[in-house]
């Protein structure tokens, strides 16, 4: 049994453009509703939401029986929670609040085992279908993702440092935090925010890097697409979960005869 093609990482080194979709209710179960919907990527976050090891594994499995791209946002850089994750299956991280250069290479050592980094090694695991992938060793370091996200100002104003890092597959830009960090907390759409973020992204597309973000709007989402971006999340179940909700309740309502 020899280990599959990542078709994400294969899309993005190809310069072919990814939609995503935010995964962040920590259920198997709407796991499964939005599987089937054909986005190209969905990202599991463990970040800002309740999963555990255990609610993803079940995610995991949902997005495994279709064509999307199950990544994982860790809650931290940590060696540990990061060898459990590939252990589990994992095929791409997406690693947060990557604030150096520094960072950046140790995240890629956590997904590397000796002697070019620190995973351990599980003999038996679901990665390897449990011992069963002969190249497993061989190969999975080339069929990993390892995505950084930059967070602050001067995390992007350096961000062709983190294209320079081996093993950094791609460059996330969160502009919720990056507002934050430049005084417009809860503005992630303010134009100060994408002024700061499109040079440093137009630079690494330049040299070749790909470079990502989560937006929760579809025309904005395609024109950054549009723009050479490869990745682009264009919004999250819960969103979609509660803004689909308020919108049936006042259709409902505006229509109740008085």
Not at 60 to 70: C, I, M, N, R, V
Not at 97 to 117: D, H, K, L, Q, S
Not at 204 to 217: A, E, F
Request: aromatic share 8%; charged share 20%.
């Amino acid at each position: 049994m020899k280990l599959s093609t990542n078709p994400f990482l294969k899309a993005m080194r190809a310069g072919n453009r990814q939609v995503g979709i935010w995964v962040s209710l920590s259920s198997p179960y709407a796991a499964e509703a939005i599987a089937p919907a054909g986005y190209d990527w969905a990202l599991l976050d463990m970040e800002h939401s309740p999963n555990e090891l255990h609610t993803l594994l079940g995610q995991l499995q949902a997005f495994a029986a279709s064509g999307t791209t199950a990544i994982v946002r860790p809650d931290w850089n940590d060696p540990v929670k990061v060898k459990r994750l590939l252990d589990l299956g994992v095929p791409g991280l997406l690693f947060p609040m990557v604030e150096t250069p520094e960072e950046a290479r140790a995240a890629v050592a956590a997904c590397r085992y000796p002697p070019r980094g620190k995973r351990g090694v599980a003999g038996t695991a679901r990665a390897n279908a449990f011992g069963r992938i002969t190249d497993y060793y061989t190969r999975i370091e080339e069929e990993t993702a390892i995505l950084v996200q930059l967070e602050t100002r001067q995390a992007v104003e350096n961000a062709v440092a983190y294209a320079e890092v081996d093993g950094v597959d791609g460059i996330f830009f969160g502009p919720a935090d990056i507002g934050a960090d430049i005084g417009l907390l809860g503005q992630p759409m303010a134009p100060q925010v994408w002024d700061l973020i499109r040079p440093a992204a137009r630079r690494l597309i330049d040299r070749g890097m790909p470079v990502g973000t989560l937006v929760s709007d579809a025309d904005f989402a395609a024109e950054l697409l549009s723009e050479g971006f490869t990745f682009v999340a264009c919004g999250s179940d819960a969103g979609l979960l509660a803004k689909g909700a308020d919108r049936l309740l006042a259709a409902v309502r505006d229509k109740i005869a008085e």
